[in-house]
């Protein structure tokens, strides 16, 4: 697997984790059975996405780009599918995520 296909396999791991997160929401608990299952199947091909990034990129720098990516892209569906503004501190907390997840792409293996 080439490093382009990693980073397209990671890129499917954070819609699938967002994905998973928005349902986990609709959930409600897990009370709604729908959103339930969904939920349990998007963030178990989450997982199986991840292993196959971590074939060719370090574990570290996978899950913490992952973890950052679906941390800006579920703040993202919050505010439009749920109307959750983030105030300023929480703007300026998601930008340092934004560049820590450059970072360690970028300049984390020089």
Same mark, same amino acid.
């Given at each position: 697997?080439? $490093?382009?296909?990693?980073?397209?396999? &990671?890129? #499917?791991?954070?819609?699938?984790?967002?994905? =998973?997160?928005?349902?986990? *929401? =609709?959930?409600?608990?897990?009370?709604? #059975?729908?959103?339930? #299952?969904?939920?349990?199947?998007?963030?178990? &091909?989450?997982?199986?996405? $991840?292993? $196959?990034?971590? *074939?060719?990129?370090?574990?570290?720098?996978?899950?913490?780009?992952?973890?950052?990516?679906? #941390?800006?892209?579920?703040?993202?569906?919050?505010?439009? *599918?749920?109307?959750?503004?983030?105030?300023?501190?929480?703007?300026?907390? $998601?930008? &340092?995520?934004?560049?820590?997840? &450059?970072?360690?792409n970028l300049l984390g293996n020089k």
């Amino acid at each position: 697997m080439s $490093l382009v296909t990693s980073y397209l396999f &990671l890129g #499917i791991a954070v819609f699938l984790g967002v994905t =998973s997160n928005s349902f986990a *929401k =609709s959930a409600e608990g897990f009370t709604l #059975i729908f959103p339930s #299952i969904i939920t349990a199947i998007t963030i178990v &091909l989450c997982m199986y996405a $991840l292993s $196959l990034v971590m *074939k060719n990129i370090p574990m570290g720098i996978t899950y913490a780009s992952f973890a950052g990516l679906t #941390i800006i892209a579920t703040v993202i569906v919050g505010v439009i *599918k749920y109307n959750q503004v983030p105030n300023l501190y929480s703007m300026i907390g $998601l930008a &340092l995520i934004i560049i820590g997840v &450059l970072m360690v792409n970028l300049l984390g293996n020089k």
